[in-house]
């Protein structure tokens, strides 16, 4: 899984199976490598994802403008480990979650488009009066 370490927020992907090639990470990036079978990737992305690792995460960046998360502000991070298959129905649900935002997101976007199409569609031709301006 990868840990992007810099900017304004802490963000993290998991990432699905081994890589089909080398990859290299580079700063401001930490690969992580959760122990298989005791913690799950999608998991562990959700809870780095979370406000209260968010807010360890601010407490413990150094630099004034941009923010830096030193690797020792991971390690001491407490992860909260239920039982593997309860991890891997919360990486699942959250991934729902962010799915479920992004299509909602998308539909509201072309429900405007619609909304906007329809109105032209509905107004007066571009030949209007210019004395009703007034």
């Given at each position: 899984m990868l840990l992007r370490s810099r900017g304004n927020s802490v963000a993290a992907w998991a990432v699905a199976?081994?890589?089909?090639?080398?990859?290299?990470?580079?700063?401001?990036?930490y690969v992580l490598r959760p122990t298989a079978g005791v913690l799950d990737p999608g998991y562990l992305a959700w809870m780095l994802m979370r406000p209260t690792a968010?807010?360890?995460?601010?407490?413990?960046?150094?630099?004034?403008?941009?923010k830096m998360i030193r690797r020792s502000a991971i390690e001491t991070l407490?992860?909260?480990?239920?039982?593997?298959?309860?991890?891997?129905?919360i990486a699942s649900a959250a991934l729902l979650?962010?799915?479920?935002?992004?299509l909602s997101t998308r539909l509201a976007i072309?429900?405007?488009?619609?909304?906007?199409?329809?109105?032209?569609?509905c107004a007066p031709s571009n030949h209007h009066n210019d004395r009703n301006l007034e």
């Open positions: 199976g081994p890589l089909q090639e080398t990859a290299l990470a580079v700063s401001p990036l968010q807010s360890h995460f601010a407490r413990e960046s150094v630099g004034s403008n941009l407490p992860i909260e480990l239920p039982p593997l298959v309860i991890q891997r129905a979650a962010a799915r479920e935002f992004e072309l429900h405007n488009d619609l909304t906007a199409l329809r109105l032209d569609a």
